[in-house]
T-cell receptor, first 113, second 112 residues
């Protein structure tokens, strides 16, 4: 039973570029959440997708957008990259509502030069 | 003020010690609570959910005080393998959706 998978594992971009990160949820999970984790900090909630719609969003600018596909996989897009966007981007999946724990992927480490 | 606050540590303890971590949250809409563990350069992994009546899982005991908006984690008989960052997590229900809010984590170093 595959867990949450994310791709790529590492990525290097320059300021102003755009990036797309991908996530496949754990089998049987229908909800995908994205987090940004800067060094020495806890993960910060970006947004959550359920039934192909963004249903909750954290304090991130519109440069951060996403999508969920019918097979529950998801993408995170970041436009006009800034140096401060360098972080570990984590995808988590869950099923069954808010009281169920989320399962995290290994993350994508994004470095902006 | 952060929505979830934790002492960043590090807590440096010898093997066999008992160590306690505390966490406070500010949003009264918080409905469920968790402790996650994160090893260096790895993803967070669920350690345990936290229930109002308190709950225990082996050497780990979690407590919740809703009136004080306070959560704790107690680790007994610390092992070297317990060295990690422990993240306090609060689930906030809003309308028909929810989101997890993480603390910044507390680092634990268990020495031989």
């Amino acid at each position: 039973d595959a867990g949450v998978t994310q791709s790529p594992t590492h990525l290097i971009k320059t300021r102003g570029q755009q990036v797309t990160l991908r996530c496949s949820p754990k089998s049987g999970h229908d909800t995908v959440s994205w987090y940004q984790q800067a060094l020495g900090q806890g993960p910060q909630f970006i947004f959550q997708y359920y039934e192909e719609e963004e249903r909750q969003r954290g304090n991130f600018p519109d440069r951060f957008s996403g999508h969920q596909f019918p097979n529950y996989s998801s993408e995170l897009n970041v436009n006009a990259l800034l140096l401060g966007d360098s972080a570990l981007y984590l995808c988590a999946s869950s099923y069954g509502g808010p009281n169920q724990p989320q399962h995290f992927g290994d993350g994508t480490r994004l470095s902006i030069l | 003020r952060k929505e979830v606050e934790q002492d960043p540590g590090p807590f440096n303890v010898p093997e066999g010690a008992t160590v306690a971590f505390n966490c406070t949250y500010s949003n009264s809409a918080s409905q469920s609570f968790f402790w996650y563990r994160q090893d260096c350069r790895k993803e967070p992994k669920l350690l345990m959910s936290v229930y109002s009546s308190g709950n225990e899982d082996g050497r780990f005991t979690a407590q919740l005080n809703r009136a004080s908006q306070y959560i704790s984690l107690l680790i007994r008989d610390s092992k070297l393998s317990d060295s990690a960052t422990y993240l306090c997590v609060v689930n906030i229900n809003l309308d028909s959706s929810y989101k997890l809010i993480f603390g910044s984590g507390t680092r634990l170093l268990v020495r031989p």
